[in-house]
């Protein structure tokens, strides 16, 4: 942000040649003030969306073509999809003339907030406080970079939750989950809603970046969506450090608690603008905990932070260069300098400005005749549907049931009753088979297949609750076997899953950062 102080400009109407009878003008100029704080743009233009029901975005109507006033250069966007979701219609399109581009607005009653991104150029349409909107040109420089949290754990731990994690998500292209709908829950600050102008103008840019995200979600081959479960002013952050109100967001009760109601995959919180960072994400490994996002509303679409941070909870990493962690190598940003760069990708490894293209790295699509990934390296999508494709993704694992642990056959109870263990395995013909099980100490017990006495696994939960604040999985198995082991806290719901594959030799399973659920 090249400043924070609020801007105030009024700027004249521009005569535009909007007559080209195919095409519907979007926003005429006005001569209002309009306002958009703090500062992201290198111009602001006031722009009439005009009466809601002649708006040629308005619900159930379906303009083909729209003319976006650019000052200086307008250009005209070509629709390539529509849809409803909720009381809010989306208009997604391309700039014609402009490959990778992309327009996304979205609409709720009279309001519409979007964004039109051209791959050098950048503008967000901002809804204003008293009615109206601002086009505001943005400047692609001017944007802090992404903070990103690989380290939410001790290194040690991270690394154990890693191995832990590797199992599953090499095992989910056999492709067990749903890979629909990821829940969302997006809070915001007293701060954005300010800036903003005002709760529903919030909630719309809300929408707008899910929406953005949805996009490139299509576009890139992501086969999941974002469905926008709740909003909600949260001001339980009490600190303006991205990383202090990410870690909040992750650990305050009340958060825990909204997630828990709208049953919510991700977690995200609006900031104002003029931070540090444009948005901070966790950086997904495997771990439920690892779902939150913080994003400054005025980097959200213009830079696609939003995205970008949604990403790294899907396990995308940057470039090679800027990488920091995370368990899968073949999931970097990819770049080609003074070419593109893709979503997740930081401009720095090149010396010259390389903009940043509408779509997450994938050896599947290509822009100026070129791949924007390379399989096995910079697969960002890739890692994203393999993520996506585990079954539950991440609200069904943390908010399991609480049911008391029984024990039989089948189901092995440890600590006190606490923690219950099933394991699945799987016959030569793909049929899946309950293991049977056998409770050595309170803390210790097996599971067997074939034959009592030819133990298969074994497992212990470990009390690390005064060395790190959890409770540990450690699993070890003497089978190629493919199995699935379900360790459940009934305490917390919080459950985990650790997978291996049909003819691959078992990896011991050391989880220290398992159940963050002593307290
Ligand atoms: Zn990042």
Same mark, same amino acid.
């Given at each position: 942000m090249r400043t924070n102080v609020t801007v105030l400009v009024t700027v004249l109407a521009l005569a535009l040649p #909007?007559? %080209? %009878? @195919?095409?519907?003008?979007l926003f005429a100029p006005s001569e209002s003030t309009v306002r958009v704080a703090p500062a992201i743009a290198r111009s602001v233009t006031a722009i009439d969306l005009g009466a809601a029901a002649a708006s040629p975005l308005a619900a159930g109507r379906t303009a083909e073509r729209l003319t976006l006033p650019i000052p200086g250069r307008p250009l005209v966007a070509a629709k390539t999809g529509r849809v409803r979701t909720g009381d809010r219609s989306v208009w997604k399109g391309v700039v014609e003339g402009e490959e990778g581009s992309l327009v996304v607005l979205t609409t709720r009653g009279e309001r519409t907030a979007g964004v039109v991104l051209t791959g050098d150029r950048a503008w967000q349409i901002v809804p204003q406080p008293g009615g109206g909107h601002a086009l505001a040109e943005l400047d692609p420089q001017d944007f802090e970079p992404c903070g990103v949290r690989g380290d939410e754990v001790p290194p040690a731990a991270h690394d154990a939750a890693g191995a832990a994690a590797a199992a599953p998500l090499a095992s989910a292209a056999a492709g067990t !989950? %749903? *890979?629909?709908a990821i829940r969302v829950l997006e809070l915001y600050t007293a701060d954005a809603e300010r800036e903003l102008g005002g709760k529903a103008n919030t909630e719309l840019l809300i929408a707008n970046s899910v929406d953005l995200a949805n996009a490139l979600f299509e576009d890139s081959g992501v086969a999941a969506r974002l469905e926008l479960a709740g909003t909600a002013r949260w001001d339980g952050g009490g600190s303006t450090d991205l990383w202090a109100l990410l870690e909040g967001l992750r650990t305050a009760p009340d958060v825990r608690s909204l997630r828990e109601v709208h049953r919510a995959d991700l977690v995200g919180l609006f900031v104002g603008g003029g931070g540090q960072y444009c948005g901070v994400g966790s950086l997904y490994d !495997? =771990?439920? +905990? #690892?779902a939150y996002h913080v994003v400054s509303w005025s980097c959200a679409v213009g830079n696609m932070s939003y995205p970008h941070e949604v990403g790294h909870n899907l396990a995308a990493h940057h470039n090679p260069e800027n990488a920091v962690g995370g368990t899968d190598g073949a999931s970097r940003a990819h770049y080609v300098c003074g070419e593109f760069r893709t979503v997740m990708g930081y401009p720095d490894p090149c010396s010259a400005q390389t903009p940043r293209i509408a779509l997450f790295s994938t050896p599947q699509r290509r822009y100026q005749g070129k791949p924007v990934g390379i399989a096995g390296q910079r697969d960002n999508v890739g890692a994203m549907n393999r993520v996506v494709a585990r @079954? *539950? #993704?991440?609200a069904e694992d943390t908010f399991a049931d609480q049911s008391s642990c029984t024990p039989d056959d089948t189901t092995l109870c440890l600590r006190g009753g606490r923690f219950e263990l099933t394991v699945t395995w799987t016959e030569a013909d793909g049929t899946a088979r309950p293991a049977r099980a056998v409770p050595m100490t309170d803390e210790t017990g097996y599971f067997w297949f074939f034959? !009592? *006495? =030819?133990? +298969?696994v074994l497992t212990k939960v470990i009390d690390g609750c005064s060395v790190n604040g959890a409770f540990w999985t450690f699993l070890t198995g003497m089978t190629d076997r493919g199995l699935s082991v379900r360790v459940r806290d009934t305490r917390s719901g919080l459950a985990r899953t650790y997978d291996s594959a049909t003819g691959q030799a078992f990896r011991p399973v050391q989880d220290t950062a398992a159940f963050p659920t002593c307290t």
């Amino acid at each position: 942000m090249r400043t924070n102080v609020t801007v105030l400009v009024t700027v004249l109407a521009l005569a535009l040649p #909007l007559s %080209a %009878a @195919a095409q519907t003008p979007l926003f005429a100029p006005s001569e209002s003030t309009v306002r958009v704080a703090p500062a992201i743009a290198r111009s602001v233009t006031a722009i009439d969306l005009g009466a809601a029901a002649a708006s040629p975005l308005a619900a159930g109507r379906t303009a083909e073509r729209l003319t976006l006033p650019i000052p200086g250069r307008p250009l005209v966007a070509a629709k390539t999809g529509r849809v409803r979701t909720g009381d809010r219609s989306v208009w997604k399109g391309v700039v014609e003339g402009e490959e990778g581009s992309l327009v996304v607005l979205t609409t709720r009653g009279e309001r519409t907030a979007g964004v039109v991104l051209t791959g050098d150029r950048a503008w967000q349409i901002v809804p204003q406080p008293g009615g109206g909107h601002a086009l505001a040109e943005l400047d692609p420089q001017d944007f802090e970079p992404c903070g990103v949290r690989g380290d939410e754990v001790p290194p040690a731990a991270h690394d154990a939750a890693g191995a832990a994690a590797a199992a599953p998500l090499a095992s989910a292209a056999a492709g067990t !989950g %749903a *890979g629909g709908a990821i829940r969302v829950l997006e809070l915001y600050t007293a701060d954005a809603e300010r800036e903003l102008g005002g709760k529903a103008n919030t909630e719309l840019l809300i929408a707008n970046s899910v929406d953005l995200a949805n996009a490139l979600f299509e576009d890139s081959g992501v086969a999941a969506r974002l469905e926008l479960a709740g909003t909600a002013r949260w001001d339980g952050g009490g600190s303006t450090d991205l990383w202090a109100l990410l870690e909040g967001l992750r650990t305050a009760p009340d958060v825990r608690s909204l997630r828990e109601v709208h049953r919510a995959d991700l977690v995200g919180l609006f900031v104002g603008g003029g931070g540090q960072y444009c948005g901070v994400g966790s950086l997904y490994d !495997g =771990n439920p +905990e #690892l779902a939150y996002h913080v994003v400054s509303w005025s980097c959200a679409v213009g830079n696609m932070s939003y995205p970008h941070e949604v990403g790294h909870n899907l396990a995308a990493h940057h470039n090679p260069e800027n990488a920091v962690g995370g368990t899968d190598g073949a999931s970097r940003a990819h770049y080609v300098c003074g070419e593109f760069r893709t979503v997740m990708g930081y401009p720095d490894p090149c010396s010259a400005q390389t903009p940043r293209i509408a779509l997450f790295s994938t050896p599947q699509r290509r822009y100026q005749g070129k791949p924007v990934g390379i399989a096995g390296q910079r697969d960002n999508v890739g890692a994203m549907n393999r993520v996506v494709a585990r @079954a *539950g #993704l991440f609200a069904e694992d943390t908010f399991a049931d609480q049911s008391s642990c029984t024990p039989d056959d089948t189901t092995l109870c440890l600590r006190g009753g606490r923690f219950e263990l099933t394991v699945t395995w799987t016959e030569a013909d793909g049929t899946a088979r309950p293991a049977r099980a056998v409770p050595m100490t309170d803390e210790t017990g097996y599971f067997w297949f074939f034959r !009592g *006495g =030819n133990v +298969e696994v074994l497992t212990k939960v470990i009390d690390g609750c005064s060395v790190n604040g959890a409770f540990w999985t450690f699993l070890t198995g003497m089978t190629d076997r493919g199995l699935s082991v379900r360790v459940r806290d009934t305490r917390s719901g919080l459950a985990r899953t650790y997978d291996s594959a049909t003819g691959q030799a078992f990896r011991p399973v050391q989880d220290t950062a398992a159940f963050p659920t002593c307290t």
